[in-house]
T-cell receptor, first 115, second 115 residues
Framework: AQKITQTQPGMFVQEKEAVTLDCTYD???????LFWYKQPSSGEMIFLIY??????QNATEGRYSLNFQKARKSANLVISASQLGDSAMYFC????????????FGTGTRLTIIP | GAGVSQSPSNKVTEKGKDVELRCDPI?????LYWYRQRLGQGLEFLIY????????KSGLPSDRFSAERTGESVSTLTIQRTQQEDSAVYLC?????????????FGPGTRLTVL
């Protein structure tokens, strides 16, 4: 079985500062994918970034980067130069490849950017 | 192009009534997923369709829950004899499995309230 743990229920960060959202995962499968989604108050789920278990380099998408430490089974999301619009819930999720395509989600971190 | 759509956006029903929730995936996406999100929590997987077959129904919480999909198109999630614990946002997602990222695109969700 897969499990995602997000230990930060809420975070407050000053605008323009960088922020790291923690995510650890557990799986015995060697091939998997890790995802981060953003959920604003409107409720939509917005895909941010993806990291494959065999990817050699950390994923980056604009201001988002994923700090992937495979041995530690961690996949932290780093948001650089935070903006007021970054205030939202952030979910880490995992998919084990081959067969079962479902995403297993963590409980989320509520990020609030302070002006 | 059009994203994933869901209807209704909100549904209020009385305990014991049946409800049907609808999902229209992105055209051409062969995979379709249903998730449930209780207030303040992460997403729980319910069921996964590949085409119109459902290889993974492991997340359906009870036999009151069922889902079907017509071809590689619309899906309906039916909850019979609704209970107050069924109150949640029901999210649908679709993807076009082709290995790699296989990103899931989410709809806006249906907020179900059982009185």
């Amino acid at each position: 079985a897969q499990k995602i743990t997000q230990t930060q229920p809420g975070m407050f960060v000053q605008e323009k500062e960088a922020v790291t959202l923690d995510c650890t995962y557990d799986t015995s499968d060697p091939s998997y994918g890790l995802f981060w989604y953003k959920q604003p108050s409107s409720g939509e789920m917005i895909f941010l970034i993806y990291q494959g278990s065999y990817d050699q380099q950390n994923a980056t998408e604009g201001r988002y980067s994923l700090n992937f430490q495979k041995a530690r089974k961690s996949a932290n999301l780093v948001i650089s130069a935070s903006q007021l619009g970054d205030s939202a819930m952030y979910f880490c999720a995992m998919r084990v490849n081959f067969g079962n395509e479902k995403l297993t989600f963590g409980t989320g971190t509520r990020l609030t950017i302070i002006p | 192009g059009a994203g994933v759509s869901q209807s209704p956006s909100n549904k209020v029903t009385e305990k014991g009534k049946d409800v049907e929730l609808r999902c229209d995936p992105i055209s051409g996406h062969t995979a379709l997923y249903w998730y449930r999100q209780r207030l303040g929590q992460g997403l729980e997987f319910l069921i996964y369709f590949q085409g119109n077959s459902a290889p993974d129904k492991s997340g359906l919480p009870s036999d009151r829950f069922s889902a079907e999909r017509t071809g590689e198109s619309v899906s309906t999630l039916t909850i019979q004899r609704t209970q107050q614990e069924d109150s949640a946002v029901y999210l649908c997602a679709s993807s076009s499995p082709a290995g790699g990222k296989n990103e899931q695109f989410f709809g806006p969700g249906t907020r179900l309230t059982v009185l």
